[in-house]
């Protein structure tokens, strides 16, 4: 495994990690928009991570991790927002 296979990797922790943390905070403070470029782009790192030769099993598990956080952030603004328009329209 050379270093560009490690390094790469390791840096993109800090996505996943900022989601997880951010998963505690009040859902007003997330971004949809930037949540869904989130989500493909964890998704397409994904796909590049097992097409890629050798395999990168280390980035797939970082845009995996990523893109559950993605999702759980996704339906926490959703819930949010529908919630809110509730709220409005009563």
Known sequence: MGVQ???GP???????IAAMV????NPDIISG???FALCVYSALFMRFSLKVIPRNLLLFSCH???EACQLI???RWAKFRMEKEK????
């Open 33 to 35: 928009k930037m949540t």
């Open 10 to 16: 390791v840096a993109n922790w800090a996505i996943p």
């Open 87 to 90: 709220i409005v329209a009563a």
């Open 73 to 75: 952030q996704f339906g």
């Open 64 to 66: 995996f991790t990523n």
């Open 22 to 25: 951010d998963i505690t905070r």
């Open 5 to 7: 296979h490690f390094w």
